[in-house]
């Protein structure tokens, strides 16, 4: 445990050392502000509360950008150390090699979550300070928003985590992490609507749309912020989905812990096996 | 744990990566505190023996047991008593050399006063709070070794520990792994360059190829190898020459002077002496015994020479 920690504690020392935390910080409470005052104005006028419209522009960034940051902390994590060489020191030491896994895990999730916390934090902050009337229903949707969001950015790091445990070359890291990104914010979605447009909703009923949909953590995210909270749904466009579904919000949060645990554990089962 | 038990046992200890044979059948034990050298060239088989000493790679045949554990076993209580030395030894740049060695010495179990304590005893206590990125090659080596000696270990692997640090250094180092040695603590090091071993360590094992060729302290390697011992004899211009053996090479000086290089077997050495001092009237004598590095030749081209044969 202690061992575990240690290195955890390490890896967040080395992203404040090379602007990792700083970066991702900075970049989301840039979007987040402006999206809360970009967002703000036109939505005051369709009578949506001002936290659910950053709600919805949110999660739909988050999407986009939770899973990149993810992938590019996490891809290098084992793979990396193994090139440059301080793995096998480390590995000399008393600590087993779950323990370098997991506490990579931590530390990189620790990084991810200060920044989404932080960041998101502000707008949120920000808002109310501008004196924006917000009920708890809407702070309530904004902490689902960023506790999924630490949740999705896990989940991508955990999946960049066995990817780095995998592969012999930092190169083909990057590259299978790209090719992850890709597949999970855009081809994915869009094979999906291609399917179900040539399908004609003759074999694929709501069922294996579900568990389609439950495939790729992105859109478990997608679904839970921007249909699964009531006064977010009607805003996001997505409550026509969200009707016909019968993912309900624990489902969907059990479906992003299982893409948390599912890669996490392929990654220290596979890097407990690999001859150094 | 008995004072005299074994530190490291090896016994037909082999290693094979696919279809190369990076160690083949190697047996020797090294009693507690006592400093031995590994000696091979590149590829010989030394980095192999140490990862698989550290349980970092798993024989694929014989037993070795380290401290009394079996490294395969995943032994992290034993591995807090072992330091060890890589032969290419990276930190994290972005770190600084103090944060490192304190990361290392809590995963060790050491507080973090002793290890800036070692990193002022190999020399880096001014360059302590800098990043190592900014360290030179030297100085990397030096962090490499105060990490190695954390944690009091009884059990020290350096691999090719002095390459990359200047004479001073070097004796400094040499001074702290006696230190550590008359403490109690096993140390195998390993080198290819064996004249700067000459005096230092007790025990040479010289591995060619994945398998161990000679296993001893320098003078029974010497013994063993039974290499002519050399001489260089200065004679005045106007000396006797008749009892200069065959084979002997002459160099007249410009003042009339004569150099003879001359070399016999090691048991006529001091009946040659006699002669020399009786007749020749010699101004001058130096004895050359054979070097390290002659004496590895010498048990390298007896084994090519054994495996040409049938």
């Not at chain 2, 060890?84 to 060695?101: C, D, K, Q, S």
């Not at chain 2, 060729?213 to 005045?236: H, Q, S, Y």
Request: glycine share 10%; charged share 20%.
């Amino acid at each position: 445990m202690k061992g575990l920690l240690l290195v955890a504690g390490k890896e967040i020392r080395e992203g404040m050392r090379n602007r990792w935390v700083v970066a991702a910080t900075l970049l989301l409470a840039a979007l987040a502000l402006t999206l809360a005052f970009l967002g703000a104005a036109p939505a005051g006028r369709v009578g949506a509360g001002a936290l659910e419209v950053v709600v919805v522009s949110l999660s739909s960034l988050s999407i986009f950008l939770l899973p990149l940051i993810a992938l590019l902390i996490s891809h290098d994590a084992i793979v990396g150390e193994m090139e440059r060489g301080t793995m096998l020191l480390l590995l000399s030491y008393p600590l087993s090699r779950w323990q370098v896994v997991l506490g990579k895990f931590l530390g990189h999730v620790a990084i991810l979550g200060a920044a989404t916390l932080i960041g998101y934090g502000a707008a949120a902050v920000a808002l109310a300070m501008a004196g924006e009337a917000i009920d708890p229903e809407s702070w309530r949707a904004f902490a689902g928003m960023i506790g999924s969001t630490v949740l999705l950015g896990a989940a991508f790091v955990a999946l960049g985590t066995f990817v780095s445990a995998m592969v012999q070359a930092r190169g083909t890291a990057a590259g299978i992490a790209v090719g992850l990104w890709l597949l999970s914010v855009l081809i994915w979605d869009m094979a999906l609507l291609g399917l179900l447009v040539a399908d004609q909703g003759q074999t694929i009923g709501s069922t294996t749309l579900d568990a389609l949909l439950l495939l790729n953590p992105a859109d478990a995210y997608r679904l839970f912020n921007l249909a699964g909270l009531p006064n977010v749904g009607q805003l996001s466009g997505m409550g026509g989905i969200a009707g016909g579904t019968g993912l309900t919000a624990p489902t969907l949060l059990a479906a992003l812990a299982a893409w948390v645990l599912t890669p996490l554990l392929a990654a220290v089962a596979v890097f407990a096996r690999r001859e150094l | 744990m008995r004072a005299d038990a074994s530190s490291l046992v090896l016994d037909q200890v082999a290693k094979r990566y696919g279809r190369v044979e990076a160690v083949r059948g190697v047996s020797f034990t090294l009693p507690q505190g006592v400093l031995a050298a590994l000696v091979g060239h590149n590829g010989a088989g030394k980095t192999t023996l140490m990862k698989m000493m550290l349980g970092l790679a798993r024989p694929t045949g014989g037993q070795l047991r380290v401290l009394g554990h079996d490294p395969a076993a995943g032994m992290a209580e034993a591995r807090r008593q072992i330091g060890w030395l890589p032969e290419t030894v990276t930190f994290n740049g972005a770190l600084t050399g103090r944060e490192i060695i304190r990361f290392l010495a809590r995963l060790k179990g050491e507080a973090p006063p002793a290890a800036d304590g070692l990193l002022e005893r190999v020399g880096l206590g001014a360059a302590a709070s800098r990043a190592i990125g900014t360290y030179s090659k030297g100085m990397r080596q030096r962090l490499g070794l105060a990490q190695a000696l954390l944690g009091e270990p009884r059990l020290l692997l350096l691999d090719e520990p002095t390459t990359g640090l200047d004479p001073e250094v070097r004796q400094e180092f040499w001074a702290i792994l006696a230190e550590f040695a008359t403490r109690g603590t096993t140390i195998l090091l390993s080198s290819h360059a064996l004249e700067e071993l000459a005096g230092k360590v007790a025990r040479v094992i010289i591995l060619d190829r994945g398998r161990m060729v000679a296993d001893g302290t320098i003078d029974e390697l010497r013994r063993l190898a039974r290499l002519p011992v050399r001489m260089r004899v200065t004679l005045p211009a106007d000396a006797p020459r008749d009892w200069i053996p065959e084979g002997a090479s002459m160099a007249r000086q410009e003042d009339g002077r004569c150099v003879v290089d001359l070399s016999c077997a090691a048991e006529e050495k001091m009946a040659m002496l006699r002669r020399i001092t009786a007749v020749s009237g010699a101004t001058d004598l130096d004895l050359l015994p054979p070097t390290l590095d002659e004496l590895y030749a010498h048990f390298l081209h007896d084994r090519a020479g054994a495996e040409a044969r049938p």
